[in-house]
């Protein structure tokens, strides 16, 4: 469990640490704001019959759903964590949330645990001068 503090961090690895996890709270963000969204664009979209509409829609959550994908592995890896486990996770609705959770917490406690500063949206990149 203590793994992590026994693992070198390098300057650059705390760096693409602290870029992943701000990507992945957008993520979160984008996720939160599509699971209230989306039904009420589908239930707007359900008297059009239009595969202009369709297509349009097919292609909004596939990218999403790649966008999400991408995120997640570049913070597992980041966090070295097993980033199967957590691609396979956001298949299922709701968990996806919560496992992205739980890789921000383990990003913001490895960042912290560094010294450097996390806020809301991750960490602040000037203290990544601090540090050698």
């Given at each position: 469990?203590?793994?992590q503090?026994?693992?070198?961090?390098?300057?650059?690895?705390l760096?693409?640490?602290?870029k992943?996890?701000?990507?992945?709270?957008?993520?979160?963000?984008?996720?939160?704001?599509?699971?209230?969204?989306?039904?009420?664009?589908?239930?707007?979209?359900?008297?059009?019959?239009?595969?202009?509409?369709?297509?349009?829609?097919?292609a909004?959550?596939?990218?999403?759903?790649?966008i999400?994908?991408?995120?997640?592995?570049?913070?597992?890896?980041?966090?070295?964590?097993?980033?199967?486990?957590y691609?396979?996770?956001?298949?299922?609705?709701?968990?996806?949330?919560?496992?992205?959770?739980r890789?921000?917490?383990?990003?913001?406690?490895?960042?912290?645990?560094?010294?450097?500063?996390v806020?809301?949206m991750?960490?602040?990149?000037a203290?990544?001068?601090?540090?050698?």
């Amino acid at each position: 469990m203590n793994q992590q503090k026994d693992e070198h961090w390098t300057k650059q690895d705390l760096v693409e640490l602290a870029k992943s996890q701000k990507n992945i709270n957008w993520v979160i963000l984008i996720s939160i704001g599509v699971m209230f969204v989306l039904p009420v664009i589908i239930i707007s979209l359900a008297g059009e019959s239009g595969i202009v509409t369709t297509i349009a829609f097919i292609a909004s959550f596939s990218t999403l759903v790649w966008i999400q994908v991408h995120s997640v592995y570049k913070l597992a890896v980041a966090v070295r964590s097993p980033a199967a486990f957590y691609i396979i996770l956001m298949i299922i609705p709701l968990v996806n949330l919560l496992g992205l959770l739980r890789l921000n917490d383990k990003a913001t406690k490895m960042l912290q645990a560094s010294g450097i500063k996390v806020g809301l949206m991750g960490a602040r990149m000037a203290d990544f001068d601090k540090i050698s």
